[in-house]
């Protein structure tokens, strides 16, 4: 199972930018996915999850109502949307995949993509 994260990058505090995190898994609908960041010298969070039919969505407190995610299970790819976005939101941003049902700890994820780094500059 591979993963790739992309679209991350440099924004000002108060905008938007819309990470993706394509998948080579063929049943997709297998899985659960989650967006995990993390900052410099901090351990990594949970940021944001999705069942497998994209029904139900599981948020960070510190994100919630500013970030949005989404899956295309047709195109294998899901996506958050971050909007409203703090100098705080600076990290390492990862996707992750898991069978079944959705968790918000990182050690229950099988899968992982290398990452994408997005920057909030005050």
């Known amino acids: 199972v591979q993963l790739q ?4 990058g440099l924004v000002q505090a108060g905008g938007s930018l819309r990470l993706s995190c394509a998948t080579s898994v063929g049943t997709v609908s297998l899985y ?10 901090k ?5 944001a999850a999705i ?9 960070a407190d510190s994100v919630k109502g500013r970030f949005t995610i989404t899956r295309d299970n047709a195109k294998n790819t899901v996506y958050m949307q ?10 390492v941003y990862y996707c992750a995949a898991r ?3 959705a ?6 994820y099988n899968y992982w993509g290398q990452g994408t780094e997005l920057t909030v500059s005050s």
Not at 51 to 59: A, D, E, L, M, Q
Not at 103 to 108: F, L, V
């Open 32 to 41: 659960v996915m989650g967006w995990f960041r993390q900052a410099p010298g």
């Open 103 to 108: 968790t918000m700890q990182g050690k229950d």
């Open 43 to 47: 351990e990594r969070e949970f940021v």
């Open 51 to 59: 069942n497998r039919n994209g029904g139900t969505t599981y948020y």
């Open 82 to 91: 971050m909007n409203s976005l703090k100098p705080e939101d600076t990290a």
């Open 5 to 8: 994260a992309f679209g991350g």
């Open 99 to 101: 069978p079944f049902v």
